[in-house]
């Protein structure tokens, strides 16, 4: 952006400094391409995290927002506080 030239767009976890460097649904966020905190990184993209009874997985995801202090239930596969 700056140079005037065209250059790959930077991943997960790779170091930046405008969220325009990041591929899409990657914010630059401390200088580090990421997810949002409300969000976790598939591999791919960043996924809003599951809220208050929503189903989830504990391996695989859908993961429970943490900061919301939810949990995944194990017996109900569901995020619970």
């Excluded at 952006?1 to 790779?14: D, E, M, P, R, S």
């Excluded at 969000?39 to 943490?66: E, H, I, K, M, W």
């Amino acid at each position: 952006i700056t140079t005037g030239q065209c250059v790959a767009l930077k991943t997960y976890g790779t170091a930046c400094t405008e969220h325009e460097q990041c591929v899409t649904t990657l914010e630059c966020i401390s200088n580090v391409c990421q997810c949002l905190t409300t969000q976790y990184y598939t591999g791919s993209a960043c996924v809003t995290l599951a809220t208050f009874n929503a189903a989830c997985n504990t391996v695989s995801g859908p993961y429970c927002n943490t900061v919301a202090g939810l949990t995944c239930s194990t017996i109900f596969s569901q995020c619970v506080c």
